[in-house]
């Protein structure tokens, strides 16, 4: 797994989706991490240091793995720039298919069968 800075791991991110337009897949996953070892968390938590924790993001394609870690001040330019990436390449999604209302109203209305009464309904009338 190849650990890149946030803008590199961008641009691989794009080549990797531009490699899988006609077939295969591309797989992310964010994950909390605080890029150290939990020995580490807990002697800083001892000595009163606050832990920095950071968003781990990995993407693979099946056969190269990148990864990226972005701290909580770089996050939302992070988060803007990746949102651009996903919208731009998800153009290979297929748009589901919608019944048309009064269709649907119509079907529902004939398959509908009559309640029978109960015995409770049949004293009172």
């Known amino acids: 797994m190849v650990r890149l800075q946030p803008d590199p791991f961008l641009n691989e991110l794009t080549s990797m989706f531009e490699r ?25 938590k001892t000595a009163g240091e606050k832990v920095e924790f950071k968003c781990l993001i990995r993407a693979t394609d099946g056969k190269k793995t ?7 001040k770089d996050h939302q330019r992070f988060q803007s720039s990746y949102a651009t990436i996903l919208k731009a390449r998800m153009t290979a999604l297929k748009k589901r298919e919608r019944k048309d209302k009064r269709k649907a109203t119509d079907s ?3 398959k509908q069968v009559p309640k029978k009464r109960s015995s409770a309904a049949k004293k009172i009338s």
Do not use: Y
């Open 108 to 110: 529902s209305d004939k």
């Open 66 to 72: 990148i990864s990226t870690l972005v701290g909580p």
């Open 20 to 44: 899988t337009t006609e077939k295969g897949s591309v797989w992310v996953t964010l994950k909390h991490s605080s890029d150290k070892s939990k020995v580490q968390r807990n002697k800083m």
